[in-house]
C-alpha cells in the first residue's frame, strides 16, 4: 500500500495517540476509527425515529385501508 503525509497539528496527534494501542500505527487507528464511526452513522440510520410511525399507527391505519372480515 502506498503511504502519503498528511499534516496535523501536535494537539490533534497526541489525540489520535489516544485512541491507539500499543504498537499501533496512525493508520490502523484511524482505519479502526473510521470503522467505528461507520458502524455509528449506520446504527443512527436504522433507529432513527424521523419518518417513522409506531406498529399500532401502521396497524391502524392498514385496518381502515383494508379492514378484516370477521
Known amino acids: 500500500m502506498e503511504h502519503t503525509t498528511i499534516a496535523v ?3 490533534v496527534k497526541a489525540q489520535i495517540m ?7 500505527t496512525y493508520s490502523e487507528i484511524l482505519t479502526r476509527l473510521i470503522e467505528s464511526a461507520r458502524q455509528r452513522q ?24 383494508w379492514p378484516r372480515s370477521k
Open 9 to 11: 497539528s501536535r494537539e
Open 18 to 24: 489516544e485512541f491507539g494501542n500499543k504498537g499501533e
Open 42 to 65: 449506520l446504527h443512527d440510520l436504522l433507529m432513527s425515529k424521523e419518518n417513522t410511525i409506531s406498529l399500532e399507527e401502521a396497524r391502524s391505519a392498514l385496518d381502515k385501508k
